[in-house]
C-alpha cells in the first residue's frame, strides 16, 4: 500500500445515526470502546493522516456529539455541521457542500462507528483515485458470506461498474464475494457537483452515496477500488453485542503487543489496557486489573490483581498491592500502595513511601520516605518526608463550607486515632500522642497531646446491668 504525503486532503466523518439497534439513548458513536468513543477512533486516523480539515456530520444527539469531540491544546477540532433529518449518506454530505466550496483535492468519507480503520489503509485510498485519475475510490473486500453487504459488479475487464446492495441484487448476483466496505475518497469537483444531483427514488425515500459511483462510471471519469486484504479493518458496529467482540479483540490484540514488547501479563483473558496506557518492559500486570486512559507504568513495577488504574503516572519499582483503586494520581520510584487503598485524583507520592490498607487519600502530597499505613484519611494534606501516620487518622478538612490544608512538615510522628483539624500545620520533627484532637498548629520537635480528661466510675456498669435486668423482669410480668 501506499504511504506518501497527500496534498489538500479533508475528511468527512458521518455520525448523525441514532444507532437503532444499540437499543440506547446514547449517540451510537459516542458508545466507548477502550477507553473513548467511538468516534475518537475515526478522529485519531483522520488526524494522523494529515487532513487540512475534518468535518462532522452529526445529527441525533448532536448536542451531545459536539460536546464529546476531542479539543484542547495541539488538537484539530473539528468542523461540525448538522444533519435534520437524516436521509441517507448521500444527503449527509450535502450538508458538507457550503464548507468544501473553497476545496480542491480529495475528500475522504467515514463512518464515526468504523474504529479499526488503518491510516496506510485511508492514505492508500486516497492515492490510489489520484494516481488513476478518477473520481472516487472505494474500500472493498472479499468475503466468504457477503450477505448484507452492497456488492461491487465488474464488466469484462474487471472495470467498476456500479454497487448494487442486497435487496436489489439480480439472481447470479449473490455470489458475487466482493463488497462495498463503505470508505471512499472523492475528487472535490466531482463530488461537489454531483452530490446536488442525487434523488431518492428509492423505497427508504433516502439520499444514497453509493449511487455516485454509478455517475462516476456514467461521466467517463471512473470509479476505481482498493482491494484490502483485511476487510475487518472497516467493519462497523450496530449493536452493543458488535461493540463488546470488537472491545474484547481489540483489548486482546494490544495486550499480544505488550507482551512481544516485554510487559508480563499473568492473565490476559483477565486484563484490559486502553491503548492509551503506555508500560515499560519488566513490569507485571497481575489478573484482573484494569488500566484506562493516560497512564504511564514504570520499569518493573508490578501492578495488581485487581487494580483499577485510569489517569496515572507510576513509576519504576512501584508494588500496587491488590485492589487498589487509583485515579488522576502520580506515584513516585519504590513506592508501595495498598491492599485496597483509594488514591483519588490529586495524589502525589513520593519515592519509598509507603500507603497501606484501606487508605485514601485526595488532592494530597506525600514526601520520599513518608508512611500512611492503615485505616486512615489525608486529603487536601501537604505531608513532608519521613513522615509517619498511624492508623485510623484522619485530617479534617471540610467544615461544612470549605476545604482547609493541613502541612506536616519533615519527620513528624503521628499516633494512631489523631483527628487533624484543618488549618493545622504539625512542625518538622513533632509528635502527636496516639488519641489526641488537634486544632491548633504544633511548633518543631513538640509533643502535641490533645485528649480528654479520662474519668472512672467503678462499678457502674455492673449496677447498669443490674438494673436493665431488673427492669426486663418487670415488663414480662
Same mark, same amino acid.
Given at each position: 500500500m501506499r504511504s506518501e504525503p497527500l496534498d489538500n486532503l479533508v475528511t468527512i466523518v458521518l455520525a448523525a445515526g441514532k444507532g437503532t439497534r444499540m437499543n440506547s439513548s446514547v449517540p451510537k458513536v459516542l458508545h466507548n470502546l477502550r477507553g473513548r468513543p467511538l468516534i475518537h477512533h475515526v478522529l485519531a486516523s483522520a488526524n494522523s =493522516?494529515?487532513?487540512?480539515?475534518?468535518? *462532522?456530520?452529526?445529527?441525533?444527539?448532536?448536542?451531545?456529539?459536539?460536546?464529546?469531540?476531542?479539543?484542547?491544546?495541539?488538537?484539530?477540532?473539528?468542523?461540525?455541521? =448538522?444533519?435534520?433529518?437524516?436521509?441517507?449518506?448521500?444527503?449527509?454530505?450535502?450538508?458538507?457542500?457550503?464548507?468544501l466550496a473553497p476545496v480542491q483535492g480529495t475528500v475522504l468519507v467515514l463512518s464515526g462507528d468504523v474504529p479499526l480503520l488503518k491510516v496506510e489503509t485511508l492514505r492508500s485510498l486516497a492515492a490510489v483515485r489520484k494516481d488513476a485519475g478518477a473520481s472516487v475510490s472505494v474500500l472493498t473486500g472479499h468475503f466468504d458470506d457477503p450477505t448484507g453487504y452492497g456488492r461491487m459488479v465488474r464488466g469484462d475487464h474487471g472495470e467498476v461498474l456500479g454497487i448494487v446492495e442486497q435487496r436489489d441484487l439480480s439472481p447470479g448476483q449473490e455470489k458475487i464475494t466482493e463488497v462495498n466496505l463503505g470508505v471512499y475518497?472523492?475528487?472535490?469537483?466531482?463530488?461537489?457537483?454531483?452530490?446536488?444531483? =442525487?434523488? !431518492?427514488? !428509492?423505497?427508504?425515500?433516502?439520499?444514497? =452515496? %453509493?449511487?455516485? +459511483?454509478?455517475?462516476? *462510471?456514467?461521466?467517463?471519469?471512473?470509479?476505481?477500488?482498493?482491494?484490502?486484504?483485511?476487510?475487518?479493518?472497516?467493519?462497523?458496529?450496530n449493536t452493543l453485542k458488535e461493540l463488546t467482540v470488537m472491545e474484547k479483540q481489540m483489548n486482546r490484540n494490544h495486550v499480544a503487543r505488550l507482551l512481544d514488547s516485554g510487559v508480563r501479563i499473568v492473565d490476559p483473558e483477565s486484563t484490559w489496557i486502553d491503548e492509551t496506557v503506555e508500560i515499560e518492559p519488566d513490569a507485571e500486570i497481575r489478573p484482573s486489573t484494569f488500566?484506562?486512559?493516560? %497512564?504511564? +507504568?514504570?520499569?518493573?513495577?508490578?501492578?495488581?490483581?485487581?487494580?483499577?488504574?485510569?489517569?496515572?503516572v507510576i513509576?519504576?519499582?512501584?508494588?500496587?498491592?491488590?485492589?487498589?483503586?487509583?485515579?488522576?494520581?502520580?506515584?513516585?520510584?519504590?513506592?508501595?500502595?495498598?491492599?485496597?487503598?483509594?488514591?483519588?485524583?490529586?495524589?502525589?507520592?513520593?519515592?519509598?513511601?509507603r500507603i497501606g490498607n484501606y487508605v485514601e487519600t485526595k488532592k494530597v502530597v506525600i514526601g520520599d520516605g513518608s508512611k500512611v499505613s492503615h485505616l486512615t484519611y489525608v486529603g487536601d494534606a501537604d505531608l513532608g518526608r519521613d513522615v509517619n501516620i498511624g492508623a485510623g487518622c484522619v485530617t479534617c478538612n471540610y467544615d461544612g463550607?470549605?476545604?482547609?490544608?493541613?502541612?506536616?512538615?519533615?519527620?513528624?510522628?503521628?499516633?494512631?486515632?489523631?483527628?487533624? *483539624?484543618?488549618?493545622?500545620?504539625?512542625?518538622?520533627?513533632?509528635?502527636?500522642?496516639?488519641?489526641?484532637?488537634?486544632?491548633?498548629?504544633?511548633?518543631?520537635?513538640a509533643l502535641a497531646l490533645g485528649r480528654a480528661q479520662q474519668s472512672v466510675k467503678e462499678g457502674w456498669a455492673e449496677e447498669r446491668r443490674r438494673k436493665l435486668s431488673g427492669a426486663e423482669k418487670e415488663k414480662k410480668s
Amino acid at each position: 500500500m501506499r504511504s506518501e504525503p497527500l496534498d489538500n486532503l479533508v475528511t468527512i466523518v458521518l455520525a448523525a445515526g441514532k444507532g437503532t439497534r444499540m437499543n440506547s439513548s446514547v449517540p451510537k458513536v459516542l458508545h466507548n470502546l477502550r477507553g473513548r468513543p467511538l468516534i475518537h477512533h475515526v478522529l485519531a486516523s483522520a488526524n494522523s =493522516l494529515g487532513s487540512s480539515r475534518v468535518i *462532522v456530520v452529526a445529527g441525533y444527539g448532536a448536542h451531545q456529539v459536539r460536546a464529546a469531540l476531542p479539543a484542547g491544546p495541539g488538537v484539530q477540532a473539528p468542523e461540525v455541521v =448538522l444533519q435534520e433529518p437524516q436521509l441517507g449518506t448521500g444527503h449527509a454530505v450535502a450538508q458538507c457542500l457550503a464548507s468544501l466550496a473553497p476545496v480542491q483535492g480529495t475528500v475522504l468519507v467515514l463512518s464515526g462507528d468504523v474504529p479499526l480503520l488503518k491510516v496506510e489503509t485511508l492514505r492508500s485510498l486516497a492515492a490510489v483515485r489520484k494516481d488513476a485519475g478518477a473520481s472516487v475510490s472505494v474500500l472493498t473486500g472479499h468475503f466468504d458470506d457477503p450477505t448484507g453487504y452492497g456488492r461491487m459488479v465488474r464488466g469484462d475487464h474487471g472495470e467498476v461498474l456500479g454497487i448494487v446492495e442486497q435487496r436489489d441484487l439480480s439472481p447470479g448476483q449473490e455470489k458475487i464475494t466482493e463488497v462495498n466496505l463503505g470508505v471512499y475518497a472523492f475528487d472535490a469537483g466531482f463530488l461537489k457537483r454531483e452530490i446536488p444531483r =442525487l434523488d !431518492n427514488d !428509492n423505497a427508504q425515500g433516502e439520499y444514497y =452515496l %453509493t449511487d455516485l +459511483i454509478g455517475a462516476a *462510471v456514467r461521466s467517463g471519469s471512473g470509479a476505481v477500488t482498493l482491494v484490502t486484504d483485511e476487510p475487518g479493518e472497516a467493519r462497523g458496529i450496530n449493536t452493543l453485542k458488535e461493540l463488546t467482540v470488537m472491545e474484547k479483540q481489540m483489548n486482546r490484540n494490544h495486550v499480544a503487543r505488550l507482551l512481544d514488547s516485554g510487559v508480563r501479563i499473568v492473565d490476559p483473558e483477565s486484563t484490559w489496557i486502553d491503548e492509551t496506557v503506555e508500560i515499560e518492559p519488566d513490569a507485571e500486570i497481575r489478573p484482573s486489573t484494569f488500566l484506562h486512559g493516560d %497512564t504511564r +507504568i514504570g520499569a518493573r513495577s508490578v501492578i495488581g490483581p485487581g487494580a483499577v488504574i485510569t489517569d496515572t503516572v507510576i513509576g519504576a519499582d512501584v508494588e500496587v498491592r491488590p485492589f487498589c483503586v487509583i485515579t488522576g494520581s502520580r506515584i513516585g520510584d519504590g513506592a508501595a500502595i495498598g491492599p485496597f487503598a483509594h488514591m483519588r485524583a490529586g495524589s502525589v507520592i513520593g519515592r519509598s513511601a509507603r500507603i497501606g490498607n484501606y487508605v485514601e487519600t485526595k488532592k494530597v502530597v506525600i514526601g520520599d520516605g513518608s508512611k500512611v499505613s492503615h485505616l486512615t484519611y489525608v486529603g487536601d494534606a501537604d505531608l513532608g518526608r519521613d513522615v509517619n501516620i498511624g492508623a485510623g487518622c484522619v485530617t479534617c478538612n471540610y467544615d461544612g463550607f470549605a476545604k482547609h490544608k493541613t502541612t506536616i512538615e519533615d519527620g513528624v510522628f503521628v499516633g494512631s486515632g489523631v483527628m487533624m *483539624v484543618a488549618p493545622v500545620r504539625l512542625g518538622r520533627g513533632s509528635l502527636v500522642a496516639a488519641g489526641s484532637t488537634i486544632t491548633r498548629d504544633v511548633p518543631p520537635d513538640a509533643l502535641a497531646l490533645g485528649r480528654a480528661q479520662q474519668s472512672v466510675k467503678e462499678g457502674w456498669a455492673e449496677e447498669r446491668r443490674r438494673k436493665l435486668s431488673g427492669a426486663e423482669k418487670e415488663k414480662k410480668s
